[in-house]
Each structure stands twice: as C-alpha cells, then as structure tokens.
C-alpha cells in the first residue's frame, strides 16, 4: 500500500496526521493507498506559499515560451509513463484500462496545446486619439485553485493546470479523496522540472475540510470546480465571498436525440459508448435517449442487443464497463434503478453483479429504462451509472422540448442525415456542446467545453479557457 504526501512550497509534507485517508481499488475494494487528511492549515500554507510565489521574480521572470516548454517537457514526461499511467488510473478509478489510455493521451495533449498556447496570449491596441496610446494587456490572475472530481482526475487536473499555469498563474490543486493516484504522479513529474517553489502545490483531503478550506481562502483569485451540483453552489459562494470568478463544470443530463432517418449502426455505436464510458460516470454521459416515436422499437431492439455483448469487469480487464467507484455512488445508482422499477419498466439490466475473484467490487449491469415521466427524477437528475432512460418525440419540436426539459445543459447528441434539422436544433438547444452525427468528436480538448443553466458556467478546454486564468488591464498612455 503506497503512502502519499502532500506537496507544498516545493516540498513533500510529512503530515502529522497519522491515520490518513484510505484509498481503495473499486475493482475489489482493496486498500491500495494513505493520502494525508489536509486541514485548513495545510491549505492554508499551500495558498501562502503560491502567493508568495506568483509575487516572486523567479516565476515572473520565466518566459512565456519557456512556460510552454515547461509543459512540453511534462507532457514528455507523462508520455514515456504512459503504461504505468494508465494503469494507474485504471486501478484508481475502476475504468477498464483502453479508457485508461485514453486519459492519458488526452492528458498529454492537454499539456502539448496549452504548452503551444503559451507565448500566443496576447492583448490588443484600441483608437482613441491622436497622441494616446491605448492597449490592453492580458495579465494572470494570480493564485489558481482547482478542485478536483474523482471520475476522471488525470483528465481534469492536466485541462485546468495546464491552461493555469501556461498564462503565468501559480496553482493550488485538491485532488478528489477517492481517487488522488495519477494526480500524485502528475505532482511528481512537476516537482521534476524544479518549478520554482510554490507555483504548483497539492493538498489532499477531504471535500468539506480542504475543499472548503481551499474555496474560502481569501487569497485565492480564480477557482476551477468539476462535482456536483450542490458542491458547486458551495464553491461559487465561496468565491462570491471573497469577490472572485470561478468555473464551474457541474455535470449534466444529457439527451442523445435520435430521427428515424440516422445512420442506424453509427448511432446505436454512439448512443451506448455515449452511456457506457467509464461506467456511466461521465458528466457528459448520454443519459437520456430520445428517439423518434416511429423508430422506437427498431433502434431499442438493436440499442439492446449491443447492451447484451457489453461486457462487464474489474478495470484492468479492460472490459466495456468497469465496477462503480465506491459503496456510495453504487446504493445511489441502485436506488435510482429501483425507483425506475416503481415508475417504469427496466428493458434491459438492472441488477447487480458479482464477479468471481472481485467481489469486492461493485458491479452493476448496464440499464435501460423505459416508461417514465418527464417529471420523474429518473428524467431530471443524475444517475451517474450505466442506465439509459428512454422518451420518445413524434416531431422535432418535441424533440426539442423535450432536450430543454431538465435544469441541465451540457451535451446534446444529433443524429439525423437532415442537415437543416440537425442545424436548426442546435440553434435551439440550450446545451455547451452540440455533436451532430456523433458524440464528443474523439475528446475535444480544442473545444470549449461548459454548460448552460446548472450544467455550470466558465468554460473549460480549448483556447476560451484561457480567459479564466487571464485579467484585462487597460493601459493609456498620453504622449503628446
Ligand atoms: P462532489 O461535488 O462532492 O466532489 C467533487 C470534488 O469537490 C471533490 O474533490 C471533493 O473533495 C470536493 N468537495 C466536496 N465538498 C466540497 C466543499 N464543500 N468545498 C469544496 N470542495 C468540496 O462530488 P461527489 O460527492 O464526489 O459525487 C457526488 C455526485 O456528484 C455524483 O453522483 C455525480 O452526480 C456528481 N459528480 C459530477 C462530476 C462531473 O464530472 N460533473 C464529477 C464527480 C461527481
């Protein structure tokens, strides 16, 4: 069982907490790891020490190219540890290990574009008069904090640190309790390139002690959130205290609207991977499938014999699902399933499953339901699992109703081979990603990515995350 530290001021801590917080492998419940149990003081001096960093001349006085290279250099980093990463990660989390893989090149591209972003963040002269000289700089904000989720922390850390880090920030991190393994690694890697100390630091711990007490810390200038709903209402009120922006990225329930007149087997294809990735817990997950009333039973009978060849395992079998994360998250997708049986009628799955050698885990079989109303919580909240909740449009504005229909706003999935259609929904659809004949577009670090209504705000990914970690200054200058 590895023993974490916590990294602060370019040091390892040695905590004096002696029991730690244990973590395990969802695989089969196996303790695999301590990480410390941070506490407000620990935050405390891990945001200390970036703000005396980011004050410093050693990181000011860095290059904006040679902050690229920076990057560059941890993206190599991360890339000649690719297998131990991933596995990593697969251990960690329960995703079978392909999804493990995928993280990890998404990881290094993360560090590769935002590294290539680094001495291309530019302002802008504006006219006013002859003799004044008006331009605008982009400057960094200052002390970063970014909270991390647990279901795909390799992903989440590289986007946001990367984007932080490459505009001149210096950065707190609080990685998710439950899954902080690759994190730690990619903390490795960066105290490796002797950054000087302080710009980058790592507490771990608990949400409600060193999640709150990094969120609260009035020293903070910027705060990037990835979680729930309600843990995002407390961050951004904690940011609204101390006067501060933050993204939230909050998850979502997202609609894959399917015509009759699709690509049958491209969309069967899309619609299950769109539900089954990493198990369900995905914010972006397909989650509701709504398919025209006349093609109902042909697209579910080909929908459920792809759900039947899924296969289901520990996460290093590299099966299509892996187990769900912890005892928690499993009796709140159990629950959901069994208010489905109360409500609806379940087409497909819905029990849970043991598998010899990892019972431990927690496994359950992928789920379709059907028969529930749009009211129904099965229709509006997250289930954050392999189950797929079915409704049916006759046209496409009920289509398009129904796609509006939750608080949630994140990704909306199109398939149709109607071009005016598909562009007509996506004008009208209150979603931060729209996929038309496809769902996710291969991972999509170039493209902005954040939701509407309480899918979040602030976007995450691409060269539009840049404005979170950069302030405008106006400065005019009278020369005559
Ligand atoms: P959470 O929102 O409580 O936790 C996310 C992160 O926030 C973790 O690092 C956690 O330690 C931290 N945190 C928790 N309370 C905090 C606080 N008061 N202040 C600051 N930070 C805090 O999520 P969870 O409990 O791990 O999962 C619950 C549900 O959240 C899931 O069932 C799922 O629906 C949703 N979720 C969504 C995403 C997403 O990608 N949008 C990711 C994880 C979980």
Same mark, same amino acid.
Request: charged share 25%; with cysteine.
């Given at each position: 069982m590895q023993?974490?530290?916590?990294?602060?001021? %370019?040091?390892?801590? #040695?905590?004096?907490? $002696?029991?730690?917080?244990?973590?395990?492998?969802?695989?089969?419940? *196996? &303790? /695999?790891?301590?990480?410390?149990?941070?506490?407000?003081?620990d935050v405390d001096s891990a945001v200390k020490a970036a703000y005396?960093?980011?004050? %410093?001349?050693?990181? #000011?006085?860095?290059? $904006?190219?040679?902050?690229?290279?920076?990057?560059?250099?941890?993206? *190599? &980093? /991360?890339?000649?540890?690719?297998?131990?990463?991933?596995e990593l990660e697969s251990v960690d989390v329960g995703k079978p290990l392909s999804q493990g893989y995928a993280d990890v090149d998404a990881a290094i591209r993360y560090f590769r574009f935002y590294g290539g972003a680094a001495d291309k963040v530019m302002g802008n002269t504006i006219p006013i008069e002859d003799g004044l000289l008006d331009y605008v700089v982009r400057e960094p904000v200052g002390v970063t904090a970014h909270i991390i989720p647990?279901?795909?922390?390799?992903?989440?850390?590289?986007?946001?640190?990367?984007?932080?880090?490459?505009?001149?920030?210096?950065?707190?991190?609080?990685?998710?309790?439950?899954?902080?393994?690759?994190?730690?690694?990619?903390?490795?890697?960066?105290?490796?390139?002797?950054?000087?100390?302080?710009?980058?630091?790592?507490?771990?711990?608990?949400?409600?002690?060193?999640?709150?007490?990094?969120?609260?810390?009035?020293?903070?200038?910027?705060i990037t959130f990835t979680g729930s709903v309600v843990t995002g209402i407390s961050v951004g009120k904690?940011?609204?205290?101390?006067?501060?922006?933050?993204?939230?990225?909050?998850?979502?329930?997202?609609?894959?609207?399917?015509?009759?007149?699709?690509?049958?087997?491209?969309?069967?294809?899309?619609v299950v991977r769109s539900i089954v990735q990493n198990t369900g817990q995905t914010c972006s997950a397909g989650a509701r499938l709504l398919v025209e009333e006349s093609f109902k039973e042909t697209f579910l009978t080909k929908v459920i014999e792809r759900f039947r060849n899924l296969t289901i395992g520990p996460g290093i079998q590299d099966k299509d699902l892996g187990p769900i994360l912890n005892v928690k998250q499993f009796q709140h997708v159990m629950g959901m399933i069994e208010l489905a049986r109360k409500e609806g009628n379940i087409l497909f799955g819905g029990k849970q499953l043991t598998i010899k050698g990892f019972e431990g885990g927690n496994y359950v079989e992928p789920t379709i339901i059907d028969g529930v109303s749009m009211d129904s919580r099965l229709a509006q909240e997250e289930i954050f699992g392999p189950v797929l909740t079915v409704f049916t449009f006759k046209d496409t504005e009920e289509a398009l109703e129904l796609a509006n229909s939750t608080e949630y706003g994140l990704v909306t999935g199109i398939w149709t081979k109607n071009i005016n259609k598909a562009h007509y929904l996506a004008s009208r659809i209150e979603a931060g990603q729209i996929f038309i004949n496809n769902y996710g577009a291969g991972g999509g670090e170039q493209m902005p990515f954040g939701g509407y209504k309480k899918s979040g705000f602030g976007r995450e990914k691409g060269l539009a995350a840049l404005d979170n970690y950069t302030i405008l200054k106006n400065v005019a200058v009278k020369y005559r």
């Open positions: 023993k974490f530290q916590m990294y602060i001021n %370019g040091k390892w801590i #040695r905590h004096t907490d $002696a029991d730690g917080i244990v973590v395990r492998n969802p695989s089969n419940g *196996d &303790k /695999i790891a301590v990480i410390p149990r941070g506490t407000r003081d005396t960093a980011f004050r %410093g001349e050693s990181w #000011r006085k860095i290059k $904006a190219f040679e902050r690229g290279e920076i990057l560059f250099d941890l993206a *190599d &980093k /991360i890339k000649t540890h690719r297998d131990e990463l991933a647990w279901n795909y922390p390799l992903q989440i850390i590289s986007r946001s640190v990367a984007a932080a880090l490459t505009t001149g920030n210096t950065v707190v991190v609080k990685s998710a309790e439950d899954t902080p393994m690759t994190a730690m690694q990619i903390t490795k890697f960066i105290d490796e390139l002797q950054l000087p100390a302080g710009v980058f630091n790592h507490v771990t711990g608990y949400g409600h002690e060193a999640g709150a007490a990094l969120a609260n810390h009035p020293l903070i200038n910027h904690a940011a609204m205290e101390n006067v501060v922006p933050s993204t939230l990225e909050l998850g979502g329930k997202s609609p894959n609207i399917v015509f009759a007149d699709c690509d049958i087997d491209r969309t069967v294809e899309g």
